[in-house]
């Protein structure tokens, strides 16, 4: 208990160097923090929901932002065709989509880590398999692969998902390979090896947690990225389905109405996609520039 | 005129911001002042923090930001250098003042040829263009001892030697005929048996050119061949100056009598290194009880502890495609015998296959041929896993390199009881005393225990790893070049530790090393090693007073020669 | 040299033979397209018959290796919707393609390399700091929104540029062009700066770190110490080392240029391969599906090959690399 409260104080004080004298960077962070929120209690802040057809009235369709509805409630940010509150829309969309993009960034880290401590221990083949499909991947752009994907298995939450797992997992274990290499050229490695701890012991105890901060670092990167490839592809009408919008696809059914004047359909799930795009990249560019030995003493200036 | 000094430094102080805010700050550089007349070559020496590379920077306006000059002046042929602006000291960098670096691997651009870099400084500074340019470019080459000179100048720096490349940089400095050199550390990255003859050049050309120079370096070995005059820093505060031999034989102050004390000698063994050293306040009984208990158990026979036939090691890189397979030959069939109590050193220069062996005997590495016989039974064929695992924790090892050699994740006394804890030789609920108890052994303190590796200075990581090796209680201990990358007085206080715990203990120690001093003050038997063969196997004052082999003779040369160094 | 190259030869012929059987038994073994061809007034009968016109009654292997030698011949089969054969209907939209990548990658990288020297050797100017949050915004904003804005703001309300199409072409070495008429590049401005905007706030950032690294190492100091002007320390020191890193990216991102421009050409309308391939996906037209992306891979891998050279070409550390 004393340890793990040890820890949190240690991880407080390490996100305060790490932000103080960055007002861009503290910005971010808060606004990323509530993003986060709205989207875990997106159920009950909402002004209706918007899945359920029972509550849409096809009366209520295409009203401009501070309209009041049928129901006498009043939409703050207009309706869609089908009556949709937008508000409501973009919370739900804001949900789904870092949803999405939190367990494709997730598992896809998992993997990496994993796969790349594996090619760096074993070496010989395990390495050449993992490190040659690594290579596959990297030589072709993330946004075609999931297309790829997506037109083999079809459309859906769980095959975007998979297929930004797809897109996160490389770069991860080509990092970790790199890292936890370098480690074990390392000293303490042949100390725990003389001392015959059996190599499992090594890999969790001596090599993950020292070659485990440099892939940290590209994990707010990968969650943008995954937020933005996924809008892309809903936006192109092979992400999630029609029942479930996220923002990509809420801006797609918008995109319609554009031309004829009905901007607030696309226009809000698009502030808040890029605002949360946005405020992740800052906290990112923070963290690796706070990572980095060359711009940190820079920074002293 | 001529009562001018060429450069002259009057109080200077150069400051580093501790935090952002700059409120706390590290002096550098703390009231230095220091003098050099034209043709001079004076020396300055201190430990690591000590200053000194600041000094060469600051005269140059080369100090990095956030290191700031906060006061003093810099008089170079009495003009002033504070606060020049970066065209004017351009017309002085090379011109007047060429500077040299310590690694020269670095100093020179990957991507662009030595010509390139070469000509580029000499169409900086001086009238020569195109082919008289190149024709002056070979010129300085040669005038820098690099022979093939012309050829040298298509090729890059990855494809010449670490020597060879600091005669490179030595031509650049020359290039522009200056007044003055900064060197620092010109020897330190380069192999021993090189350094010598660099630094040979680096004097030729001084003489040939009337140029001063001002030597930064730690070592004393390099003060005492070549400089005039020499100023001794420690922590950015000047600590004593005079010429040289005043300083090496009746230095006046406490820290340079301690420095001088710490030097090896290669002339005689000494038994400890004569340092005023802190008594250990600690309690050390439950320790030295703690490595008692198994000495105890010991059997006392007269075959030799370790035994090593006809050992080789032949490093494969696999074929492929398009390349054949190549072998490396690290170690060629090397025979030698350790006793029990006994210290057994290992000298050659880097490639020697010196640690390979080392790694061979603990496993680390396949053993390509031959064998090693441990406490009368080759391990490879011991197939009892109880055996062999506690054949194997009875060999230990100390390593070269005190920011590596620990987990950074694990406190000083997890790093030390983490592997008895995972083979249950200890409760769990007593690993925490008993690495107390091996850290006030080897001269630290007993509370600091939980502190995380970086808290420590390099010396105390080193006391940490000694503290990790003994608490297998060992019967052999495999010293990797242990003080390599210590500060000398660093060293010698870990040396000292060293012969105490193998006095008490008589612990049997096998001990590589680079540097032949180190090895005269510690080793009761000396291998030297060259390109993997073992060249000669004699007794510590055979080797150092009567050696057989050519090589070990050249070695001998190869050390800094200085008289008289102040004894103790 | 020699080596080095041939060993890259070998790799890339390697690479592009995987990724062909990955794309081939991806898009003809786990997804089935009889199900995709057929509709629910098929018969089981029908559903035979039509897997025995595709082949797909042989083995897999067969059908691989049928395939793989049509496509040597440059058979990559017919489109199911269009009904012609894919090569040709792939070679028509690639000018296109070509045209507006090729713009892109130049504006990117005449704006985005400068830029990025500049902000990385001025690192703490006003200057450098404005220019570097534009580019966090700018790669921060997906492209599919960057387009929609772009056609509001000079389509839409400001009526300057047109939104969508290739407009008028004119042929040159027998090929259509668009960037040949005035109108032709009025049509290709839009296209051609959302797949920029990208571009330039990545060769930025790229720019930046990169010269910020170089800045800071031995031989930098040293150059100064030589007595050489920054100038020159900028142009032969700073400029000769950091396109290294910056040849690896730009060719990487060529790949990436061709892949985003399936999200452009489909939102403006621009009839080249990338709005082939999506609206071939949404048809289900699995021919032009497969042979584009058997292509492009075929494509990428000889970039890769390319910058690899490139790269020993630029570092000699590569190049001598025994």
Redesign the interface.
Known sequence: MIDYKKKLATLSLQTKSIFSGHPIAIAGLIGFVIFVLIALFAPWIAPQNPYDLMVLDIMDGLLPPLSKLGNGTTSWLGTDAVGRDILSAVMYGLRLSLFVAFVATTVGFLIGVFLGLLAAVKGGWVESVIMRAVDLKVSFPGILLALMMLAIFGTGVDKIIYALIIGVWASKARLTRSSALSEMQKEYIDAARISAIPNWRIMLKFLLPNSIAPVLVMVPMSLSGCIGAEATLSFLGVGVPITEPSLGLLIANGNDYLLSGKWWISLFPGVVLVSLVLCINVVADRIREHNNPFLKSMNMQ | MNNTPLLKINNLTVTYPLNSEGSDVLKALDNISLKVNSGQIIGIVGESGAGKSTIGKAILGLLDPPAKLVSGEIRFLGNSLVGLSEAQFESLRGNQIGYIYQNPMTALNPVLTIGEQVIEAIEANTDMRGKNAQEYAIQLLERADVSFAEDRLQKYPHQLSGGLCQRIVFAIAIAAKPKLIIADEPTTALDVTVQQSVLQTLIKLSQQEQIAIILITHDIGVIAETCDYVYVLRYGKHVEQDATNKVLQRPTQDYTRALMASVPLIEKRLHRFALNEEDNLEDTSTGLHYLQEKQTTQDSTNEPLLEVRNLSKIFITPSSMLKAKQSFTAVKGVNFTVQRGETVGIVGESGSGKSTIGRMILGLEDITEGSVIYRGKDLKLITDSTERRAHCLSMQCIFQDPYSSLNPRMSAGENITYGLKIHNLIDNNKAGSLAQDLMSLVGLKRKDADKLPHAFSGGERQRIGIARSLAYRPDFIFCDEPTSALDVSVQANLLNLLKDLQEQFSLTLLFVSHDLAVIRQMCDRVIVMKDGEALENDSNDNIFEQPKHAYTRSLLEAMPKFQGLAQY | MI?YI??RL?HSGI?AI??SL??FF??YV??DPVEMLSDDEFTEQDKIDLAIELGLDKPLFEQYFTYAGGMLQGDFGTSFVHNRPVLELILERLPATIEISLLAMIIGLSIGIPLGIFSGIK??SRASKIIS?FT??G???????QA?IL??VFA?FLQWLPASGRGLTNSMFGIEWAWLSLNGLQHMALPAINLAIYKICMQQRLAK?GT??IL????M??????????N?IIR??LL??IL?PIVTITG?EV??L???S??TE?IFSWPGIGKL??DS??MIDRPV?VAY?IL??MM??FI?FVVDVMYAF????IR?QK
């Open positions: 080596r041939l060993k070998w690479l995987v990724m990955i794309v991806g898009l786990v997804g690192n703490n949050f966090t915004v790669y921060s904003t997906p492209n599919f929104w929609i056609i509001m839409v770190s910020q690294e800071y190492q031995e031989y100091t040293f150059a100064r110490a030589k007595g050489i002007s920054r020159r032969r020191h000769r080392n290294i990487l790949g990436g061709i892949a985003f399936t999200v489909t391939l999506l996906i949404h599906v992306l492009i891979t990428f891998v890769n630029l570092d000699p550390r001598h």
